[in-house]
C-alpha cells in the first residue's frame, strides 16, 4: 500500500491544510501502517510535552511558590541533615590519605576551618540533591524517570566493567612480564 504523501505529513509534525487533512483522515480510515505511526507519535509528543521543563503546565508557578515556601522547612532538615550526617560524611569521605597530606602541608587552624568548609558544602550539595530529586519526581512521569535511571546504571555497569577490564588487562600483562 502506498503511504506516501501521508507518512510525510504525520512525520513532518507541520500542520497539514484543510483538503490534505481530509485526506489524511479518510486514509487513515482503512490503514493500520499509518495509524500506529500517528499513535506512536502522539504518543512520543505527550511525553515529551510532559516532561518539559522550559514549557511548564499551568500549575508549575503556584507549585513552585509552594516549594520556594517550603525553604524554611528545608533549612530546618538541613540542619538535622547537618549535625546527623555532617560529622560521619566527614569522617568517611576525608579518607586518612588526605587527611596525612593535610596535616603536612597546613597548619592545624587552616585543617580545621577546610574540614568544617567541606563538611558544611557537602551537607548543602546533600540538600540540593534532595531538594533536586524531589522536584524531577514530581514533574517528571515515572516511566521517563524509570527509563533514565535503567540507561545511567547500564552505563554505570558499562564503566565498571571496562575498569575492571583493563586492570585485569595490566594485572596479567604485569604477570606475563615477570615471567
Ligand atoms: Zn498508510
Not at 67 to 84: I, P, T
Request: aromatic share 10%.
Amino acid at each position: 500500500m502506498e503511504h506516501q504523501p501521508f507518512e510525510n505529513w504525520i512525520l513532518s509534525g507541520e500542520s497539514p491544510t484543510a483538503s490534505q487533512l481530509a485526506e489524511l483522515a479518510s486514509h487513515l480510515v482503512f490503514c493500520q501502517h499509518c495509524q500506529f505511526t500517528q499513535e506512536a507519535i502522539l504518543g512520543v509528543e505527550n511525553l515529551l510535552s510532559s516532561a518539559t521543563i522550559e514549557s511548564p503546565s499551568p500549575g508549575f508557578t503556584n507549585r513552585f511558590r509552594y516549594l520556594a515556601a517550603n525553604r524554611k522547612e528545608e533549612a530546618k532538615r538541613l540542619q538535622s541533615y547537618f549535625f546527623l550526617g555532617g560529622i560521619l560524611a566527614a569522617t568517611v569521605l576525608v579518607s586518612s590519605g588526605y587527611f596525612t597530606i593535610l596535616m603536612l602541608t597546613q597548619s592545624p587552624a587552616n585543617l580545621i576551618s577546610n574540614l568544617m568548609t567541606n563538611a558544611i558544602s557537602l551537607a548543602f550539595e546533600i540538600d540540593e540533591l534532595l531538594v533536586a530529586l524531589k522536584t524531577w519526581a514530581r514533574y517528571v512521569p515515572w516511566p521517563v524517570s524509570l527509563t533514565l535511571g535503567a540507561v545511567i546504571s547500564n552505563l554505570v555497569i558499562l564503566i565498571s566493567s571496562a575498569w575492571l577490564l583493563s586492570v585485569w588487562k595490566v594485572f596479567t600483562r604485569g604477570v606475563k612480564v615477570h615471567e
